[in-house]
């Protein structure tokens, strides 16, 4: 695609329940990261992959959070159990190569998460 | 530790100029971006300033003092549409950003 894809857009869920989040990043895109943000505060960095491993998953907030991507394209952001301090907005970007070059990602529109 | 400090809100005439400072405090430097944030939208890439100096584009400049710790970005010409939230950030690693909390732009015509 032209651009970073995420879906869904919006979900809303029940707290308790798991919810799964997808990017489809820009084809040819090695690198993939995915980030959270809450109501009018900064970004916060979950984890990144290099094709289809994830050298750095520091950033995943607890053991319920996981993520997975497949054939170096898709990724899936995994919440199990979730609590309502997971409502946010969570961020996918993408980008050629790695930042140190050029400080450019590319944002999809984000999945905004409520859990009730 | 890494961090970077951008002023929470900014308050600018429309027609006017505005600049968005930022410091950071980093081990091992290799850049400062720039990116814009419409609410409700995606960060969108504005620019990256890697060596000392000021890069222009369009009505748009970023600039750069790696001997200070400190950047900023420049908005000539205000327009509405110009109010977003603008954040820095700065490459931890070669694939790690660090940023900032954030620059709320507000505009009056």
């Known amino acids: 695609g032209a651009g970073v894809s995420q879906s869904p857009s919006n979900k809303v869920t029940e707290k308790g329940k798991d919810v799964e989040l997808r990017c489809d990043p820009i084809?040819?895109?090695?690198?993939l990261y995915w980030y959270r943000q809450s109501l009018g505060q900064g970004l916060e960095f979950l984890i990144y992959?290099?094709?289809?491993?994830?050298?750095?998953k520091s950033g995943l907030p607890s053991d319920r959070f996981s993520a997975e991507r497949t054939g170096g394209s898709v990724s899936t952001l995994t919440i199990q159990r979730t609590q309502q301090e997971d409502s946010a907005v969570y961020l996918c970007a993408s980008s050629r190569s790695g930042t140190q070059n050029t400080g450019e990602l590319f944002f999809g529109e984000g999945s905004r998460l409520t859990v009730l | 530790g890494q961090s970077l400090e951008q002023p929470s809100e900014v308050t600018a005439v429309e027609g006017a100029i505005v600049q968005i400072n930022c410091t950071y405090q980093t081990s091992g430097f290799y850049g400062l971006s720039w990116y814009q944030q419409h609410d409700g939208g995606a960060p969108t890439f504005l620019s990256y300033?890697?060596l000392d100096g000021l890069e222009e584009t369009g009505r748009f400049s970023s600039f750069l003092s790696r001997s200070d710790s400190y950047g900023y970005l420049l908005l000539q010409e205000l327009q509405m549409k110009d109010s977003a939230s603008y954040f820095c950030a700065v490459p931890r690693s070669n694939y790690q950003l660090i940023w900032g909390a954030g620059t709320k732009l507000i505009i009056k015509p």
């Open positions: 084809s040819g895109h090695t690198a």
């Open positions: 300033n890697a």
């Open positions: 992959f290099q094709g289809n491993s994830a050298p750095d």
